[in-house]
């Protein structure tokens, strides 16, 4: 496997990107990866670190495609910017995945005109794997904020897509599709979610009806299917309750004297076991499903442990041939 990680344009780049590549090559002797942008700034912070280089090569790019740029004007004007070049390459070369901590917009519209989307898609969904109260199982949001305007046809694609992804990558037969709404019952819901209701009753995938935005993380469903505004909205609620929870918590061990503390020195290790689990950087990021190639946004704050696991992530779908596992299960859904 090869793999192309941009290594600017995120919070913590380039030092966490080329960390968190030096981490995935150490953990996994058959992966090459390749480091775009600046090449003298990556040469100068590889100077002094330990790795095999035989798998590791520098694509430069001189510019940088920052949050503040405009998505589509920035992708057909800073041509020269490592998220474009690393576009490109993954596009038109002998490469099976592409990370990057860049501008989300941007990395879905390069996605989609560059490298181009699976025949008969209407737009790629960002897909990030959710923990589960059951211990190793994961459940993939489809879409996680990149679509916030959708059809119900659309909603539907990206139920086939998260379905195939969690049959070759996560092995479940025959995954459980649920549709994120404001009630469990058939009738609740808006227009929009009414309609893709109706549609997945109909099709051929194991849909188990709504399922609402406060068992996200329950594992009763293996894919969540939502709009990217609903979804965006229930992932970033959860994720702010729950750094709430652990702040309150250390607050109130803090304030609660000997007996607390003795109490949190007892449950540390499970905290920390539960912390880890919750993490961004231990999911890595989101994939976007519908495009021909592989192509992974990590979180844009993303440090040495969370690039790996993107990096992993995008190795792990390229070997389970993800992107023909989509194209078929959408011809075999297309009349459905």
Not at 167 to 175: D, E, L, M, R, T
């Amino acid at each position: 496997m090869k793999i192309i990680l941009d290594c600017f344009g995120g919070d913590n780049c380039p030092d966490s990107a080329i960390d968190g590549a030096l981490l995935a090559l150490e953990e996994n002797k058959d992966l090459n990866i390749v480091l775009c942008g600046d090449e003298a700034v990556i040469g100068a912070y590889l100077a002094d670190k330990s790795y095999d280089k035989s798998r590791v090569s520098i694509l430069h790019a001189g510019d940088v495609l920052t949050n503040d740029d405009s998505p589509t004007l920035a992708i057909r004007r800073k041509k020269d910017s490592s998220m474009v070049v690393a576009l490109r390459a993954l596009a038109d070369g002998d490469y099976d995945g592409l990370v990057s901590s860049g501008n989300t917009g941007a990395l879905l519209v390069g996605a989609s005109v560059i490298v181009k989307l699976i025949d008969g898609v209407q737009r790629a969904s960002l897909s990030p794997l959710l923990p589960t109260l059951i211990d190793g199982k994961s459940t993939i949001l489809v879409d996680g904020g990149a679509n916030v305007d959708c059809k119900a046809s659309m909603l539907k694609e990206f139920a086939v897509m998260g379905s195939a992804f969690m049959n070759a990558v996560c092995g479940v037969k025959y995954p459980k599709v649920a549709l994120l709404n404001n009630g469990a019952e058939e009738e609740k819901g808006n227009a929009l979610t009414k309609e893709t209701h109706a549609l997945l009753k109909d099709s051929d995938l194991n849909f188990v009806g709504n399922l609402e935005a406060r068992d996200l993380f329950t594992g009763d469903a293996d894919v969540i299917v939502a709009d990217g505004f609903a979804g965006n909205v229930g992932i970033k609620s959860a994720e702010g309750m729950g750094k709430v929870i652990f702040k309150m918590l250390k607050r109130y061990i803090l304030e609660g004297g000997l007996r607390a503390k003795l109490g949190y020195l007892l449950l540390k290790p499970s905290l920390k076991k539960l912390k880890g689990i919750m993490s961004s950087d231990a999911v890595g990021g989101g994939v976007f499903l519908g495009v021909k190639k592989i192509v992974v946004k990590a979180h844009g704050a993303s440090n040495a442990l969370a690039f790996k696991n993107a990096i992993s992530r995008a190795d792990e779908m390229a070997r389970a041939g993800v992107v023909d596992k989509i194209a078929e299960a959408l011809e075999k859904n297309e009349n459905v």
